[in-house]
Nanobody, 115 residues
């Protein structure tokens, strides 16, 4: 059973930056396409960014040019660099495979963008 642990969230002002981390309990990033997802209060969980096993990256339109997904296979860690944050980016952020594996959801990390 793979465990994914998200960290790095926090409270940030609009226009600020955060870097989220996703630590995996085993080496999976070179095997699976991975993604970052988020869920805002009262909304469904949505896909934000994904990283193919070969290295190609894809982003949902609302974060293009502001978010960057990356990974360090040697550390079994994936990252989401978030710049120019907006209040609408406020959500609980999760990592998982892409497509998602419902057995592998972690606790998520809260990102709050507010002045």
């Amino acid at each position: 059973q793979v465990q994914l642990v998200e960290s790095g969230g926090g409270l940030v002002q609009p226009g600020g930056s955060l870097r989220l981390s996703c630590a995996a309990s085993t080496s999976i990033f070179s095997i699976y396409a991975m993604g970052w997802y988020r869920q805002a209060p009262g909304k469904q969980r949505e896909w934000v960014a994904r990283l193919a096993s070969g290295g190609n990256t894809y982003y949902t339109d609302s974060v293009k040019g502001r978010f960057t997904i990356s990974r360090d296979n040697s550390k079994n860690t994936m990252y989401l660099q978030m710049n120019s944050l907006k209040p609408e980016d406020t959500a609980l952020y999760y990592c998982n495979t892409y497509p998602r594996n419902n057995d592998w959801w972690g606790q998520g990390t809260q990102v709050t963008v507010s002045s």
